[in-house]
Nanobody, 122 residues
Framework: QVQVVESGGGSVEAGGSLRLSCAAS?????????MNWYRQVPGKEREFVSA???????TYVDFVKGRFTISQDNARNTVSLQMNSLKPEDTAMYYC???????????????WGRGAQVTVSS
């Protein structure tokens, strides 16, 4: 079992910043964790936000490009999402999804955190 914990959520006015972190642990001898960020609002499907590959290559949904920055620690067990110039439309529950990875690749099982609420007021 992989444990996934998000932190750093909160409330901020439009134009402000927040930094989310995702910490993954556990599993069966995981060398590292592949972690992606998603977000969801009530009544809508969960959508992809950002990801970072093992080699450091980053991916963002178009709406957050230039405003959000994803990064990882050297051990690849913690991923952060720096969110700048926040908009009310960014209000959502932000979830971290993690996979246990080995040198030969990652397992197919996805583990989700409980989410971190981000609220941006106008």
């Amino acid at each position: 079992q992989v444990q996934v914990v998000e932190s750093g959520g909160g409330s901020v006015e439009a134009g402000g910043s927040l930094r989310l972190s995702c910490a993954a642990s556990g599993g069966s001898g995981c060398l590292y964790y592949a972690m992606n960020w998603y977000r969801q609002v009530p009544g809508k499907e969960r959508e992809f936000v950002s990801a970072i590959d093992r080699d450091g290559t980053t991916t963002y949904v178009d709406f957050v490009k230039g405003r959000f920055t994803i990064s990882q620690d050297n051990a690849r067990n913690t991923v952060s999402l720096q969110m700048n110039s926040l908009k009310p439309e960014d209000t959502a529950m932000y979830y971290c999804k993690a996979r246990c990875c080995y040198s030969v690749g990652c397992l197919n099982r996805d583990y989700w955190g409980r989410g971190a609420q981000v609220t941006v007021s106008s």
